[in-house]
Structures are given as structure tokens and as C-alpha cells.
């Protein structure tokens, strides 16, 4: 195919940063356009019914919504330089590591951009207003930028980022981007010398939040100026021609990370996969499911606190699964073994979902 692709999105967007990584990576031919109000109102709108990006155009005028499924489906247009290794143990941890990019990532993302006005309030301004009414006055961008701020920084104290919760999600921050920085000392990406998806899901959060922004950028350059370096090779990596480790191994800074990620992210992923069963208890196939299903609990470091419990995360979960259920039994029990090691001996992938959902026309629903 040698048609262009559009991919509809922002700067200073998360989930359009890890597209656009990817893309690139890969050489699938696109040209990008910023969404606009006017691309929101002529194209996005109408095409998706929902006011979210990035949305990928493909050459035969379908529309591609939600950064998952846009690489699913590049994957099996462009099987070249596959993303998703096939060994059991990496195949899982990339799926694993995009999952904890896209999800709990946003805690230092919107943390840091939120959260250090002084630093970072005029950038963000002018990016969201640049991005909102491309060439139009500075002024008027300025004020519209505003307006936008307005709207994004109140998710802040909903997702969990509370003055109780702050001093948890830096220490982790500033954990992680240590772990990565020593793993990128000695290899370019998680899981070998050339990108999984693993990479992708963190490149969104570390580019767009954590990099681009002036205070964390300032942070990330000064701790982990490796990581800085990933970020700089995820954006310019359509000449790589790498391959994942031998014999399906996991670099032991990643399993450390692994520990983090099924202490606390994993329980918050469960019980938000049960807010909504209870939810669904009394609803049919093909209804639409609300993006957020109240408040629930949530355990980062020492500190417990309340953050919005998300629909969609079960979605990413059942994706895993899927891959999962799709081994060997074999591959199955060898995987849940060394899963078990991260998850005080229990396997994490030994679910079942009570009421799965599923992407209808651009919106979650009850299968």
C-alpha cells in the first residue's frame, strides 16, 4: 500500500504521541493534521461520534479510533517489524508494559502537567490553543488555551492526585524513571534492540506529558537522561532494524517493575473490572457503558486514596487475556508460573470476566 494514511491529532496529546511513534516506526506513509476545532466539527465528530483523538483516516476513508485498536489494525495491514513478540514471556510483558503506559501512567503525567503551574501554565496554554485554532492570533489562541486547561486540569484530583497522594506518585515516578534509565543504559528498548508495544504504551505518557512538558521534561533530562535519549529514539525509529532477546528473556529491571505494577496498579484494574459487573448486573447486551463507574479505592507506596474507577481499563484487560487464552496450555502454565512470582504466588491471568464489553461504533458496550 502506498496510499497515505491521516492521523488526526495533538502535540500535547498522549495516546496521539504513542501513534505517531508507531507509525513512524513502522514507514506506514501519513501526513498529520492538528485536530482543530474545525477538524473536530467537519471530520472527528461526524466520522466517530465521540470528541476523542488520535483518529487515524485510512486511504480507503474508514476511521480509526482509540490508539489500541489503530495499531491492531496497522499491525495486520503492515505485518513488517512486528510489534508483539511471539514467545510466550515478552508477547505478555509488552502487552502488559502498553497497558501500564496507557493507564497508570497518568498519574505522574497529569500530575506534572497540572500540578506545576509557574512552569508550566503559559506552555500548556499556548500548545492547546495552537492546537485548537491553528493560525489564528496569539491572543485569541491564548484565551481559548485557557479554556481547554480549565476542562483538563479538573480531572487532576479525580484520578487520585490528591496532596495525600503526591509524595506516593513522585517517589514511584522518580523510581521508575531510574529503573528505565539503567535498563536503557544497556540496551534501546525494553525488550531487546528494537521496539515492542511495550515501548509504545509508555512512549505516550513519556513523550507528550513527561518530556515535552517543561518541568518534567527538566526532571527527566536531569534523572534519566537515558530515558530522554528512548524517548528521542522512539520519535526517529523508522531506520531500526532490531530484534527481541534470545530464548524469551525479561531484563530483571523490568521484572522489578513488574512487582510495582501487580501490587498496585493490578487490584485498582480489578476492582474496576467489578464496579462495572456490578453495574451490568441488570443490563443486556449492547448497551452503552459509561466511561466511569463512581469512585474506588486505590493503594499507591504507603498512602490509600480514591480515584475515578475507569470502564475502559477492562477493555485493555480482556485484550490480555485474549492473548492468553490463545497459547498453548503448555505456554499457559508456564506463563502463569512466572507471572505468579510478581503476584504473592498466584497467577494474574487465572479471571474470568463476569459481563465483557466490546467496541461498537466507536463506543464500549456490554457483549
Request: net charge negative.
Amino acid at each position: 500500500m502506498t496510499e497515505h494514511y491521516t492521523l488526526y491529532g495533538s502535540p500535547a496529546s498522549l495516546y496521539t504521541g504513542k501513534v505517531r511513534a508507531y507509525l513512524n516506526y513502522k514507514g506506514i506513509p501519513y501526513q498529520e493534521e492538528i485536530s482543530s476545532m474545525k477538524v473536530y466539527k467537519k471530520i472527528i465528530l461526524p466520522q466517530t461520534g465521540v470528541g476523542m483523538i488520535p483518529v487515524v483516516k485510512t486511504p480507503e476513508n474508514e476511521y480509526w479510533q482509540d490508539s489500541s485498536l489503530i495499531l491492531d489494525y496497522c499491525e495486520q495491514r503492515f505485518p513488517a517489524k512486528a510489534i508483539l513478540p511471539q514467545s510466550p514471556k515478552q508477547k505478555m510483558v509488552a502487552l502488559l508494559f502498553e497497558l501500564y503506559g496507557d493507564e497508570w501512567l497518568r498519574l505522574p503525567a497529569m500530575h506534572y502537567r497540572w500540578n506545576f503551574p509557574d512552569d508550566n501554565l503559559e506552555f500548556i496554554k499556548g500548545e492547546f490553543g495552537s492546537s485548537v485554532a491553528p493560525g489564528w492570533p496569539k491572543f485569541i489562541q491564548r484565551w481559548l488555551g485557557k479554556k481547554v486547561v480549565e476542562k483538563f486540569s479538573g480531572y487532576v484530583a479525580p484520578l487520585g492526585i490528591t496532596e495525600k497522594s503526591i509524595p506516593e506518585i513522585e517517589a514511584w515516578y522518580e523510581e521508575f524513571l531510574g529503573q528505565l534509565n539503567e535498563l536503557f543504559s544497556q540496551q534501546d528498548f525494553l525488550l531487546g534492540s528494537c521496539p515492542s508495544l511495550g515501548d509504545f504504551g509508555l512512549m505516550g505518557p513519556l513523550y507528550a506529558h513527561l518530556y515535552r512538558d517543561p518541568y518534567p521534561g527538566k526532571l527527566m533530562r536531569t534523572k534519566a537522561p537515558k530515558v530522554a535519549e528512548w524517548v528521542e529514539r522512539m520519535n526517529q525509529s523508522a531506520t531500526v532494524e532490531g530484534e527481541f532477546l534470545a530464548n524469551d528473556e525479561i531484563p530483571e529491571i523490568l521484572e522489578r517493575i513488574l512487582n510495582r505494577l501487580f501490587k498496585e496498579f493490578w487490584p485498582s484494574l480489578l476492582r474496576s473490572s467489578q464496579n462495572l459487573g456490578k453495574w451490568a448486573a441488570d443490563k443486556t447486551p449492547g448497551e452503552a457503558v459509561p466511561r466511569m463507574l463512581g469512585m474506588q479505592d486505590f493503594t499507591i507506596g504507603d498512602v490509600n486514596e480514591q480515584q475515578m474507577s475507569l470502564s475502559y481499563g477492562q477493555w485493555m484487560l480482556q485484550r490480555i487475556l485474549q492473548h492468553y487464552q490463545s497459547m498453548s496450555d503448555t505456554e499457559q502454565h508456564q506463563l502463569g508460573a512466572y507471572l505468579a512470582n510478581f503476584n504473592e504466588g498466584q497467577n494474574p491471568l487465572d479471571l474470568t470476566i463476569s459481563k465483557p464489553v466490546a467496541f461498537n461504533n466507536y463506543r464500549l458496550v456490554l457483549a
